[in-house]
Each structure stands twice: as structure tokens, then as C-alpha cells.
């Protein structure tokens, strides 16, 4: 093994250049489609009308809405000034230098100062550059995402012991897409209330400058389109992963907020609550990861892209206390399998339209492929906490009735 860890710079610089080819030598290589959301849509700030912004020269089916906070519009507002082909590719460099960061921050909170060897740095540039080409990164880079920043701002948050630092990362990525605000339940289950405290005033703080900057158009946005699903995409869609559009795409009609849905979440909320209970107190990666997937089906909206969270996920089953166990590696196993084959994306060519919810059997069995590693992820955990509590009172059973008859004896 530490002989192929020996080449891992020139296995990621290869990835890299192998991504660059990729985008301009194939015809929709930089399309970018999300990236111009961010770039034009924030541009259009300057006259107002922000939420009325679409860009649809590439998908012209469904014309891309900025569905951001505006505070974000104000963090991308720069961008407009450069040429789109150089903004394309450092954002995509940015990304990839994103992503060796938060497999190397994993390692740390899995491993410590082990952390630190040499050999380890190798290990992350490897799983960085096949990290590049799972689903949730390939289209993170397809596109011109930011979930990779956004993770990256988590896991410097979770890593980091300053209170301030960690409640200013989380606030201002949750100021930039509302979906990382999820990460304060890992706080308040670590107990660190000035790190939640601060956070939420942080947060709170992008809200009030957005106001402050384009007060009309902040409006619009809290008043009016936070939570219209609609608005950002089709809920039935394969490309959402969320548990909504998983139950969706089972029964065939949008099963919206309605009682099925509700009873599902509740579920869900307790699996994750015991998985959490089965982790050990000091295990802040294992404690983030299950919180996150929670989060991932709790949104309405959680496409394929947003399931960045996979790759922690993966390199804690593997390095982390279960590393040497078969149920880890398995469930590790169908993560990264289903994400470098792209099984969303393949299913993808299967719906005519991304409108319809409608789909035969196997294919909404399938297009559960997230919600039902969720499940496995989950029940791993608990299953593991369950068996290891019976062995103990197993041991302490078998080493009492070892002891009695000794002492008998001595009466």
C-alpha cells in the first residue's frame, strides 16, 4: 500500500488535468450552469430584481431561479467583474483544493496526530482525487457549486476549539444557502452553547446587512419565497434525494408536507437520535456525519450535489472505530459505488421529463439509493451499540459466574 501512496501527487495532478480537459474539450464540459446563477443572478442586485433572475441558455426546460439568501448574492457580486472562463476554473481549482481539505480535517478528527504523517498526507490526496469523480462532486464541479466550500466551512467550524470561529463559519455559510444552518443541532449535541449562540447572531447578522444593502429584495426573499420547494425545482425529480422526494417518486404524487411525510420524518428523527446516542461522546466526525444526513433528508430539496457529506462519511466508516469491521466496509462499499457509478445520473435518462413524479417500481426503488443508505448508515450504528452492550453483559456475566464457584470453594 505504501507503495502506491507514493504516487498519490501524481494520481490527484493527473485528476486535476484530466478535469481541466474535461471542461474545454468537451462540448458541455463548462456549461457551469449554476456558477452563471451565482455570477449573473447576483449582478442583477444592482437593479433590483435579484429574484426575478433566470438563466436558462442550457436548461431550457427548467429556467434556474436565484434561489440563494441575498446575503449571498452580496458574497458573489464581485465575480461579475471577471471574465467567466477565469472565474470557471478557480472556482473548479478552489473546489478540489475544498475538497483536500475536508478529507484531510476528517482524517484529523478521526486519527489525531496521526494525522500528521506523511503517509496520511498521501491518503488524502488520494481520496481527493477519487472524491473528484463521485456523484456529489462531479456534479458539484459540473455545475459550479458551492457545497464543497460550504462543507468545508462545517468541518473548519467542528475542528476548531474558538467558540467564535466556529459560530462565525457556521453563520455565514448558513447566510449563504440556508441548509448548513442544520450543523447548530451538532453543537447543541456537543453542548458548546456560545458556539450556538454566536452562530445564530452571526446568521442573523447576514440577514440584517442584506436588509441593510438591498432591503427590498431581502424582503421578497423572507417574506415571501423561503420554503416555496417549487421555486427551486421539482420535488419528484431522481436528482432529489431528499426523503420527500424519495416517498414521491414511491407513491407517484408529491406527498408535500401531508401526515406520510410528517410520520416519516419522526422516524427518521429517532433512528438518528439512537445512532447518535450509540457513537462515543468524543466522536465529533461520527456525531457531525449523522446529524448532516439528517439534515439531507429533512430539506424538501437535497440534490445529488448536495451529498458532499458522502466522502467523510466513507472515510469514517473506514478509518474510524469500526474501520476493521465487515458491516462498516460494506455499507462504506455501497456509498462509494453508487456515487462513482452515478446512479442518480443514470437513472436520469430514464425520466422524460424532470416534471413528471410518477416511475416505474424499480426505478423509484432505485432513485431511493441515498434514503436507503441513510437507513443502512443509521442502522449500523445502532446495530453495532446493541451488539457491543450484549457482549459486555455477556463478559460481565461469564467473569461473575467464574468468580462464584472460587469463592464457594473458600467458604
Do not use: C
Not at 453542548?191 to 427590498?216: D, E, I, P, Q
Not at 424582503?219 to 416555496?228: I, K, N, P, R, S
Not at 462499499?333 to 417500481?361: H, K, N
Request: zero cysteines; a positive charge.
Amino acid at each position: 500500500m505504501s507503495r502506491i501512496l507514493r504516487f498519490a501527487p501524481a494520481v490527484l495532478a493527473l485528476a486535476v488535468i484530466a478535469r481541466l480537459l474535461w471542461m474545454f474539450l468537451v462540448p458541455t464540459g463548462f456549461n457551469l450552469v449554476d456558477l452563471h446563477v451565482y455570477v449573473d443572478g447576483s449582478a442583477a442586485l444592482s437593479d433590483g430584481h435579484l429574484y426575478d433572475f433566470t438563466y436558462s441558455e442550457v436548461t431550457p426546460d427548467f429556467p434556474l431561479p436565484f434561489t440563494y439568501p441575498p446575503f449571498a448574492a452580496l458574497v458573489f457580486f464581485p465575480l461579475h467583474f471577471l471574465p467567466m472562463k477565469v472565474v470557471g476554473v478557480a472556482w473548479s481549482l478552489a473546489t478540489v483544493a475544498a475538497l483536500y481539505g475536508v478529507v484531510r480535517i476528517s482524517l484529523n478528527l478521526i486519527l489525531g496526530e496521526r494525522a500528521a504523517q506523511p503517509q496520511y498526507r498521501n491518503v488524502a490526496m488520494m481520496w481527493t482525487a477519487g472524491g473528484m469523480w463521485t456523484e456529489p462532486v462531479r456534479t458539484t464541479l459540473d455545475y459550479g457549486q458551492v457545497n464543497v466550500f460550504l462543507v468545508l466551512g462545517v468541518m473548519v467550524a467542528v475542528a476548531s476549539s474558538r467558540w467564535w470561529l466556529s459560530g462565525l463559519l457556521v453563520g455565514v455559510v448558513a447566510g449563504i444557502k440556508l441548509t448548513p444552518a442544520v450543523t447548530g443541532l451538532y453543537f447543541v449535541a456537543r453542548r458548546r452553547w456560545a458556539t450556538v449562540v454566536f452562530s445564530a447572531v452571526v446568521f442573523g447578522a447576514t440577514v440584517g446587512l442584506s436588509y441593510l444593502v438591498v432591503g427590498k429584495q431581502s424582503h421578497e426573499y423572507f417574506g415571501t419565497l423561503l420554503g416555496d420547494a417549487s421555486r427551486i425545482g421539482p420535488v419528484g425529480s431522481v436528482w432529489n434525494q431528499s426523503l420527500r422526494g424519495a416517498m414521491s417518486r414511491l407513491v407517484g404524487y408529491d406527498v408535500e408536507t401531508g401526515a406520510p411525510l410528517i410520520a416519516a420524518l419522526a422516524v427518521l428523527a429517532v433512528l438518528a437520535l439512537f445512532a447518535w446516542r450509540s457513537l462515543d461522546g468524543d466522536d465529533r466526525l461520527g456525531t457531525l456525519i449523522v446529524v448532516q444526513l439528517f439534515g439531507l433528508m429533512l430539506s424538501p430539496i437535497s440534490w445529488s450535489h448536495h451529498w458532499v457529506w458522502i466522502i467523510p462519511m466513507a472515510i469514517w466508516l473506514l478509518y474510524g472505530p469500526y474501520g476493521q469491521r465487515l458491516g462498516a466496509r460494506l455499507v462504506a462499499g455501497y456509498w462509494i459505488a453508487t456515487s462513482l457509478v452515478g446512479v442518480v445520473w443514470v437513472l436520469s435518462y430514464f425520466q422524460d421529463s424532470i416534471w413528471p413524479i410518477s416511475r416505474p417500481g424499480v426505478l423509484a426503488w432505485l432513485g431511493a439509493v441515498d434514503a436507503i443508505g441513510v437507513l443502512a448508515f443509521f442502522g449500523l450504528l445502532i446495530g453495532y451499540r446493541v451488539r457491543d452492550n450484549r457482549a459486555g453483559t455477556t463478559d460481565r456475566k461469564s467473569a461473575d459466574r467464574s468468580v462464584e464457584p472460587a469463592t464457594h470453594r473458600s467458604r
